[in-house]
């Protein structure tokens, strides 16, 4: 088993004063090291779906669709002006991250492009950190509010589990997720 906590780095006060940055850059620097951490995260999903919020999301989202398992789709959450749409496509979920309120977005189309599991589109949601929750619970909330269509059947649209990179224990994260999926994390810090 590898180590994965000894090559986080940690920028104390950055981006603001009081916030402990968490820099998981070090994971994209070893090809081998990237791609065996792609496997053990696909590994943890439970759906062949996996919805992932820029930019660090998508980089080992990417990378987890290549990995030696069943996901078939990723569905990207991306900030404003970034995903082109068409008339109701595009649906807008405010989140509230550890700095202040933001948006996000998905498409529905990036939905329908998912593999269904019997009446339900599920969804592994993967993040690089979870902290406060606030972005997590936000877009898992907007996503299971969906209902998509497929050659004229209704699927529900359902968040099986959250993935995470970095868990920082001691930040509320875990507890604002689990009433709506289970938690499963690579690493585990503290903010001390």
């Known amino acids: 088993m590898i180590d994965y906590k000894s090559f986080v780095k940690y920028y104390p006060d950055f981006p603001i004063k009081g916030v402990n940055f968490v820099d998981i850059i070090p994971f994209l620097q070893d090809k081998k090291l990237f791609q065996n951490l792609c496997e053990d995260l696909a590994a943890m999903c439970e759906a062949p779906n996996v919805a992932a919020p820029e930019a660090r999301g998508f980089l080992f989202g990417a990378g987890m669709l290549y990995a030696n398992n069943p996901i078939q789709n990723l569905i ?9 749409f068409t008339e109701g496509d595009l649906v807008q979920v405010e989140i509230m991250k550890e700095y202040g309120p933001d948006h996000v977005y998905f498409r529905r189309s990036d939905l329908a492009a998912s593999v269904p599991t019997g009446d339900t589109i599920e969804i592994s949601f993967f993040d690089d950190i979870l902290a406060t929750g606030g972005t997590s619970k936000g877009l898992a909330e907007g996503l299971n509010a969906q209902r998509i269509t497929l050659d004229g059947k209704e699927y529900k649209v359902k ?20 009433n709506i999926a289970p938690v499963k994390s690579v690493i585990h810090v503290t903010e001390g």
């Open 159 to 178: 968040v099986k589990d959250f993935i995470f990179l970095v868990e920082i224990d001691d930040l509320p994260g875990r507890s604002r997720l689990e």
């Open 76 to 84: 990207p959450l991306r900030k404003k002006g970034k995903l082109p």
